[in-house]
């Protein structure tokens, strides 16, 4: 079971939370603009990288709100959680695999 | 009482109180502190089970978990019958009663022992070769055969008894192991104040400690070392000390699952807690001193009673006072067997032992036995074992620089240590997903890159010598807690160090003799050979071909010599191979430990609404609808559904039905924008819509499919009261605050589940208002006050109400909004206000039939996740005006514009009292061939007794094109014709809705 | 008149269950008794957060604060839940209107969405782990602690109002069976030898 760091209720377990895919895929302002390959792109199309990858997660069970995640798919660890709406403060990019001993190593270390 | 090879003095053992337990039917006698092998070895007894494939006798291998052998079912009673478990590890007390397995029709005397004869057979991937052909002999033949003779124990038939605990905890450093290693890291832990959690499988923590009689550790005893820094530790308030528990799954980020055995050694009179409690631990640290498994030897009839590894037969001597035999062989690669074999020398036991290693490569060991009078044979080879039930003498030779043998020679024993090195145990390390090493130097692999927070200390990692494991532990320990102290021990040297050995170098033809590598699953060194042979060379389908390793026991004592013999055989070095994957559990885990409390009612939640137990007391049946239990339908005088289901039905068109809607989702969206962000959710405009009047809503997903529906009433200008689906109302709250949050921060609306806060009282049929008149306060009841889909607030029976003039059944209907403390006090009122009235309480069923004969979709049924609004014939509420809104993109797709989607319909079959099966298929022609052409299915089949005949709803390409035309539906006996017409059956022109 | 009618006549959904004060671990398991409650959602601007019942909205989340009557528990940015005496229900709502005059927000009575139970005793953290995977220690979960999260397979919000082992398990009503039971085997659960 993971342990993921909501950003306002500190490190909570996994069940608390709900995973909701891939982060910073924005609504178009005026969906009906988009054209049919486009819209099937927004809709269907998502990124399934082995290394970090930013995600969104639902702290549902805790203070309910969205926030998100940069997780490395291959170790499950996490380089860092941030609000909705904001670029991640790491500079750690989507796809990075990580070393075996990055600063980033445990979750529950530091 | 007798037991005969109860050593005279020594153990650990508690000599004033005797036990006694059964084995086979026979009283066994022993001490408290005992387990059941070390019991049976004090009574003489080794035959304790028969193997797995070849129905060879089998003994006691081992003193500790790694035990491959003896597995014997333990009965505790009615209900308490566990198979499979290690004699080693359970520990001994009145009142068990054990049995061997996996023989008939005795242990003695076992007729599947002609495997062992047909053992040539028996090869490697034996069951892949010889089960193939011909196929149909599968079912019938092969596996019920393969089940009745390869059965490991038999599952106990009656529901367990007993209740498991469950404990989430949390701790600074957890330390698994509480020997040398372990004691020093908890030691060094607990003097920084971190909480510590120590952890250990035996029911005594000391580890090795526990029979190193001999140790000196800082001047002291070991055994006195142990007491007092167990008494050290016990009086820390920030150390929890867990005896009995054995942690089996390293999980992510540091989650750690442990069972406990909490009451099985008790009495069973006297057990007052669960039966066991699993501990989920989350730990800062975690200090792997999970010590190290002895490694057999690999030599022909390696498996005969009476053969144990060299450090169990000391166990059995130190810890228990039990001699395992009188005239004493041990046969070893390496010096730590030396240990066991002065031990026993110093118990007055008879000992040779047989050392691979020539003089010259042996250590100190080698002067130290000799001085205690043990015959020691260098260079020497094991070729074979003597005996059938019991070990009677070893076959040894001497063997050359060459590998040659020279003359065999007999030592008559009654009883083999044997020790081929040591494997440190690294399972928890690689189920936490770090990296092992190979180590040459002690031939083993250990512990090097870790991916999470935790470390290895003393044998875990190959640090075997005493004093070293003392100083490792310790510093790991501190290091685990933030500190860098370190500490010196001054203890014994321990005897190290041994001579890898795959296979006992043997004279002996090797396809004809069977050398034990694995003993639960009775795998050979040849089999293994026969495998790499047979093209396997990756050490994962070697595993599984032949078995090696896929034990209970999951290869403890197996994996090294398997992985050298296959390394061997490519001619590879050891790394090359590489290991298998180690997995959870670490040893068998009950299934109790698993469950524990989400059993029975706590199983899942048991979701009930407050006029539960009414219902219950009015003879409702119920259903389960998410987790909720709703009543089904309320039968009268032996009424079947059916019939229960036509009265309700009748009873509610023709007078007042009363159902409990209470399960419906209900959300409060308050704020300045509620209206917007209604309009940007909803396909239905939401601007202009009254406050006290309601609208059906109808929810999509992005992806253009019908989400959620559900009545809406306007409260106030920036106040909805929103409904939705039973199963669906926590879906709907989190579509909401994901959009909310995530596109639309910048609108002003707050949301609130109020589901439990209003239990709904529907109230359904022409007479509804007549019930509901003397009842309600404040509220014009009158049909022009109070219209059609119009919500009034004020109070019924005192109670402050919303009350929705709203209907699911095309009948005149109420629902009554009370607080849910008050509903069934309302509940009752209004049931008996409608007494007069003939008032009828009816349950899912029938509003399932009522909503259907109005052609009412319900999502979920009529909807499958690929329906849209259209395809349902709800476009028609989309406004033209309205830009956007969620899923209205994707109407415009190419799928969804595209001609031939299916629509929903209803069908009427020819026969009327022919009611379709839901989910049965459409067919437009039944003489197609197969597989044919299906152009839907039935999503809603009911009898209904207001129309007279069957009705059905269903979805069908291009339904609404083929009004009136006839289709063919499945039937469990073929086909049967329908006629497709529109999906309202009853009340067509919609009149009465507005009475 | 009829408002407190009604109100002293709640029937709460564990209002039959009792169970005495079991033997052994000293954990008391007790349904409370008819409350006022209500969540509030609210966006606070930056500096002036207005107090409700003299208990500050900006405290941190998570936490927990009390006059002895009301208490008001922060759950997360924008969330509140909010306790007090059955009674004064309506006059509680009433002035917590005015106090957030201004403030966009919405106040919405759960009183009968929500049901109590204390669990009270030595080992009650230990009880409540049986199903709360939280660290329920001093220090990760002080006094003045309060925070939703799970009990087994139901969501709750756990408040540690004071000092003392006492919690306050608050739950949905239909799941309040569940809770109830749940804490009850789960007092079992941490009986037997060797009690931590």
């Not at chain 2, 008494?231 to 980020?253: C, K, M, Q, S, W």
Request: contains cysteine; glycine residues 10%; hydrophobic residues 40%.
């Amino acid at each position: 079971m993971l342990l993921i760091a909501c950003p306002n209720c500190g490190k909570r377990p996994e069940t608390e939370f709900r995973c909701g895919g891939q982060a910073h895929i924005a609504r178009p302002a005026d969906p009906m603009a988009v054209d049919d390959g486009g819209w099937s792109e927004h809709l269907f199309v998502r990124a399934n990288p082995k290394g970090v990858h930013a995600e969104r997660w639902c702290h549902i069970h805790g203070c309910g709100r969205w926030f998100n995640a940069l997780r490395d798919t291959i170790s499950d660890r996490f380089v860092e959680t941030y609000p909705i709406g904001e670029q991640p403060k790491s500079g750690v990019k989507p796809g990075t695999i990580l070393g075996p001993n990055s600063a980033t190593q445990s979750e529950t270390r530091a | 009482m007798a037991q005969p090879f109860r050593l005279s003095r020594g153990g650990r053992v508690d000599r004033t109180r005797p036990i006694v337990f059964e084995f086979n039917g026979k009283p066994v006698h022993g001490y408290a502190g005992d387990t059941v092998a070390s019991a049976l070895l004090a009574n003489g007894i080794h035959l304790v089970g028969r193997s797995f494939k070849y129905h060879r006798p089998r003994g006691i291998l081992s003193h500790g978990p790694d035990e491959p052998s003896a597995l014997l079912s333990v009965d505790r009673g009615p209900g308490r019958i566990d198979p499979n478990n290690r004699a080693s590890v359970v520990e001994a007390r009145s009142g068990l009663r054990t049995t061997s397995q996996n023989h008939w029709p005795s242990l003695d005397f076992d007729v599947g022992a002609v495997n062992d004869l047909l053992s040539p057979v028996f090869v490697a991937g034996f069951y892949y070769k010889t089960f193939m052909w011909p196929r149909k002999f599968w079912d019938r033949v092969y596996e019920p055969f393969i089940r009745a003779a390869a059965g490991l124990g038999k599952a106990p038939t009656e529901a367990d008894p007993d209740r498991y605990a469950n404990r989430h905890a949390h701790c600074d450093v957890l330390i698994v192991g509480a020997g040398p290693a372990g004691l020093a890291a908890a030691l060094a832990a607990a003097r920084t104040g971190k909480r510590v959690i120590l952890a250990d499988e035996g029911p005594e923590p000391g580890g090795s400690l526990l029979h190193d009689t001999t140790a000196q550790i800082d001047g002291r005893p070991a055994a006195t070392w142990l007491a007092e820094t167990l008494a050290d530790l016990d009086g820390r308030e920030n150390v929890i000390l867990l005896p009995r528990t054995t942690a089996f799954g390293y999980y992510n980020h540091n989650h750690v699952a442990m069972t406990e055995r909490v009451s099985d050694h008790l009495p069973s009179s006297a057990t007052p807690g669960p039966r066991e409690r699993l501990w989920q631990v989350r730990a800062g640290e975690v200090v792997l001193a999970g010590g190290s498994h002895e490694r057999p030897l690999v030599f022909a009839d390696n498996d005969r009673p009476g053969i144990l590894l060299a450090e169990s037969v000391r166990v059995f001597i130190n810890r228990y006072g039990v001699a395992p035999g009188r005239k004493l062989v041990f046969a070893t690669s390496g010096a730590s067997a030396y240990q066991a074999a002065i031990d026993a020398r110093d118990a007055g036991l008879d000992v040779t032992l047989v050392d691979l290693r020539l003089e010259a490569d042996c250590g100190p060991e080698l002067a130290q036995l000799r001085a205690a009078g043990a015959d020691v044979l260098t260079g020497h080879t094991v070729v074979g074992s003597k005996g059938r039930k019991r070990v009677t003498g070893l076959i040894v030779a001497p063997v050359g620089s060459d590998g040659r043998c020279g003359g065999r020679r007999i030592l008559p024993c009654d009883c083999v240590g044997m020790s081929g090195g040591w494997t440190p145990a690294v399972h928890l390390f690689s189920q936490s997903r770090g990296k092992l090493r190979y180590d040459e130097s002690i031939d083993a692999f250990v512990p090097s890159i870790s991916a999470q927070a935790e470390r290895s200390a003393g044998a875990a990692r190959g640090t075997y010598d005493l004093a070293a494991c003392l100083a490792d532990g310790f510093a790991a320990g501190a290091a685990a807690a933030g500190s860098d102290a370190r500490q010196d021990f001054t203890a014994t040297a321990t005897f190290t160090g041994f001579q890898p050995v795959r296979i006992m170098p043997t004279d002996a033809n090797p396809t004809k003799v069977r050398a034990f590598v694995d003993y639960q699953n009775d795998v050979t060194a040849k089999d293994i050979k026969l495998a790499v042979r047979e093209g396997f060379q990756s050490i994962e389908h070697v595993k599984r071909y032949t078995t090696t390793g896929m034990a209970t026991d999951q290869g403890k004592t197996s994996n090294m010599n398997a992985l050298g013999i296959v390394a061997g055989q490519l001619d590879k070095a050891l790394p090359a191979v590489g290991t298998t994957t180690f997995r959870p559990p670490y040893t068998p885990v009950t299934f109790g430990a698993l469950v524990g409390p989400a059993r029975h009612a706590l199983f899942d939640p048991i979701r009930t609404t407050p006029i539960h137990e009414w219902a219950e007391a009015h003879g409702a049946l119920f259903e389960n609808v998410a987790l909720w239990r709703r009543a089904w339908y309320f039968p009268k005088n032996g009424e079947d559904l059916h019939a229960a289901v036509a009265r309700e039905c009748k009873a509610v068109r023709e007078g007042v039905g009363i159902f409990d809607a209470s399960t419906l989702g209900k959300i409060e969206i308050v704020g300045r924008d509620a209206a917007e962000f209604m309009n940007r959710l909803y396909i239905n405009p939401w601007t202009k819509l009254a406050p006290g009047r309601c609208r059906y809503g109808l929810m999509l997903k992005e992806d253009g499919y019908i989400l959620d529906d559900g009545v809406v009433a306007r409260v106030s200008d920036e106040c909805f009261h929103v409904t939705t689906t039973t199963g669906g109302a926590a879906r709907v709250l989190g579509h909401m605050e994901d959009y909310l949050q995530t596109e639309w921060p910048e609108l002003e609306v707050f949301l609130t589940s109020t589901t439990e806060q209003w239990a709904v009282i529907a109230l359904q049929g022409p007479k509804a208002r007549a019930v509901i008149a003397p009842l309600v306060d404040g509220i014009d009841l009158s049909p022009e006050a109070f219209p059609h889909m119009a919500m009034r607030t004020g109070t019924i029976c005192g109670v402050p109400t919303r009350l929705f003039r709203v209907s699911f059944t095309g009948e005149l209907g109420f629902e009554i909004n009370v607080p849910a403390d008050h509903a069934r006090a309302v509940w009752e009122a209004v049931f008996e206000s409608g007494q007069a009235h003939g008032i009828t309480p009816y349950g899912t069923e029938t509003m399932h039939v009522l909503r259907a004969e109005k052609g009412y979709i319900i999502v979920g049924q009529e909807t499958d996740g690929t329906v849209t609004p259209d395809d349902v014939g709800m476009a028609g509420m989309i406004p033209k005006a309205k830009k956007d809104f969620v899923g209205k993109r994707s109407l415009a797709r190419p799928d969804v514009v595209a001609t031939g989607r299916k629509q929903l319909v209803g069908l009427m079959t020819d026969d009327p009292k022919l009611v379709l099966d839901e989910g049965a298929q459409i067919v437009a022609d039944t003489n197609q061939p197969i597989p044919m052409r299906m152009l839907g299915h039935v999503t809603s089949s009911y009898w209904s007794a207001n129309c007279g005949r069957s009705i059905a709803l269903a979805l069908v390409e291009g339904g609404r094109e083929r009004m009136n035309g006839q289709l063919f539906v499945t039937t469990p006996d073929g086909f049967t014709r329908v006629t497709v017409c529109e999906p309202v059956f009853f009340d067509v022109q919609g009149e009465r809705i507005n009475a | 008149m009829l408002e407190t009618r009604y109100r002293a006549a709640r029937a709460l959904p564990l209002g039959a269950q009792t169970r005495s004060a079991p033997t052994g671990s000293g954990v008391s398991v007790r349904p409370a008794g008819a409350e006022a409650r209500f969540s509030l959602r609210a966006r606070l601007a930056k500096g002036a957060a207005p107090k409700l019942a003299g208990l500050a909205l900006d405290a941190p989340i998570n936490t927990v604060g009390t006059d002895g009557e009301v208490w008001l528990a922060r759950l997360g940015p924008d969330e509140w839940l909010i306790g007090g005496p059955e009674a004064d229900a309506d006059l509680l709502q009433g002035r917590f209107h005015d106090a957030l005059a201004g403030v966009p927000h919405s106040l919405v009575d759960v009183s009968h969405r929500n049901v109590g139970i204390d669990v009270s005793g030595r080992q009650a953290a230990a009880v409540l782990n049986a199903g709360c995977p939280l660290d329920l220690s001093e220090t990760a979960f002080p006094p003045g602690s309060a925070t939703r999260t799970l009990l087994g397979k139901s969501e709750i919000v756990l408040i540690r109002a004071s000092a003392a082992p006492l919690y306050r398990v608050e739950c949905w009503r239909s799941f309040s069976t569940y809770v109830h039971g749940l804490l009850n085997e789960a007092v079992f659960g941490v009986e037997g030898p060797a009690a931590h």
